[in-house]
């Protein structure tokens, strides 16, 4: 049976609850790195923009076309911008272009200049693009030239002329720093989102009693919260399955598995002595109940009834555990949120083999917060 129970708790499905304020306690970093991330991606992108972006100039020019009339005296209308981008790589230009360009080659003209007609097919758009700003604005130069002389060649046009003749400037990317750092802060932030999630996957820390239940097979007493306000639920539960456990029995033994059993045992003989308190006389309401103790009433917190044997999981020895026989039986507390399964199936190991009755486990330092919001 308690084979069948570990292997369900390792088998166990993913909480969406629990994660979610899991979460909700780490969403600071999630959002902090998330800022790392975008400061990041925007120096990155900045350096290699300034260190790996090649040096070119561009020079942009804009010819106006005049064109010819045909045998009907209709005007020529078949030249668009496929036809002057083919045009460029053709002989007939480049042979005029590179009269005014000795020492150049022509492969290299010819993959450095382009020509578009973006609406108009009157107005010519010539672009030269090279890693040398004396090349650019002389192959622009002498493409103008060329043109012209074309033109004065062709039955289909009468001329071409320069409206607009660029100068080369240096190209630059396009500044996308916002993108990068939008893309730095999401790939860090999922990230960190990721991190988390396989973190949570892998906790085996104790949150609620059905935990103990699970991963223990063992009877999970209650919940020790860490600032007790009032008798909330989880004190009245815990008193009543104390008491149930060990029912005319007023001694039994405590192990803190967080080392402090000394500060837990004060507080479960206030929270049993609750009753006690009362019959004094004491008018104190159970919103003001606390863990700090008036000094009014520390004489009767020492005259309980309830005899508490506290240790300490490190401190556990042969004659500890003999005192445990005699109480009778110890309850196992468990931290709150921290994984100390393997410290835990050590102490229950032993507290076997010491034939140490197990009455059951406790969940101490309890987030109240936590506790509300899950059980709601």
């Not at 260190?51 to 030249?79: C, N, T």
């Not at 083919?86 to 290299?108: K, N, S, W």
């Not at 074309?150 to 001329?159: F, G, K, N, P, T």
């Not at 003999?322 to 507390?333: C, D, F």
Request: some cysteine; charged content about 30%.
């Amino acid at each position: 049976m308690k084979m069948e129970k570990n292997e369900s708790y390792l088998n166990r499905g993913m909480d969406l609850k629990r994660l979610m304020l899991y979460l909700q306690k780490r969403i600071w970093l999630v959002v902090v790195l998330a800022i790392f991330g975008a400061t990041c991606g925007g120096v990155i992108y900045q350096v290699l923009r300034s260190v790996k972006m090649p040096v070119e100039y561009e020079a942009v020019s804009k010819l106006y076309i005049s064109f010819g009339h045909d045998e009907r005296g209709e005007v020529y209308q078949y030249y668009n911008g496929y036809t002057w981008n083919d045009l460029l790589d053709t002989d007939p230009i480049l042979d005029f272009v590179m009269q005014d360009l000795p020492g150049y080659e022509r492969d290299a003209v010819r993959e450095a200049t382009t020509a578009e007609i973006l609406s108009d097919i009157r107005l010519l758009t010539v672009r030269v693009r090279g890693e040398d700003e004396k090349f650019v604005r002389e192959v622009m130069s002498a493409l103008e030239s060329g043109l012209r002389e074309y033109a004065r060649d062709s039955e289909e046009l009468d001329q071409i002329k320069a409206i607009r003749s660029g100068v080369p400037e240096r190209v630059y990317w396009d500044d996308r720093t916002m993108s990068a750092c939008v893309t730095g802060a999401v790939l860090l932030g999922v990230l960190s989102l990721l991190v988390i999630g396989f973190i949570y996957a892998l906790d085996e820390s104790i949150y609620v009693q059905e935990d103990i239940e699970k991963k223990y097979n063992c009877r999970a007493l209650g919940i020790l919260t860490r600032n007790q306000k009032g008798l909330q639920p989880y004190a009245r539960e815990l008193r009543a399955n104390i008491r149930y456990a060990l029912g005319e029995q007023k001694r039994f033994a405590i192990l803190d598995m967080a080392d402090h059993a000394d500060t837990r045992r004060l507080e479960l003989e206030r929270l049993l002595d609750r009753e006690g308190l009362e019959a004094y006389g004491s008018e104190q309401e159970e919103d003001d109940f606390g863990w700090n103790i008036p000094k009014e009433e520390e004489s009767f917190v020492t005259t309980s009834e309830w005899d508490i044997l506290a240790f300490n999981q490190n401190g556990l020895s042969e004659d500890e555990c003999r005192q445990i026989r005699e109480a009778g039986g110890v309850i196992l507390l468990l931290p709150f949120g921290t994984d100390t399964g393997r410290k835990t199936a050590r102490i229950l190991s032993f507290l076997k083999n010491q034939d140490c009755q197990l009455l059951g486990m406790v969940i101490a330092q309890a987030d109240e917060e936590f506790l509300n919001r899950y059980f709601a």
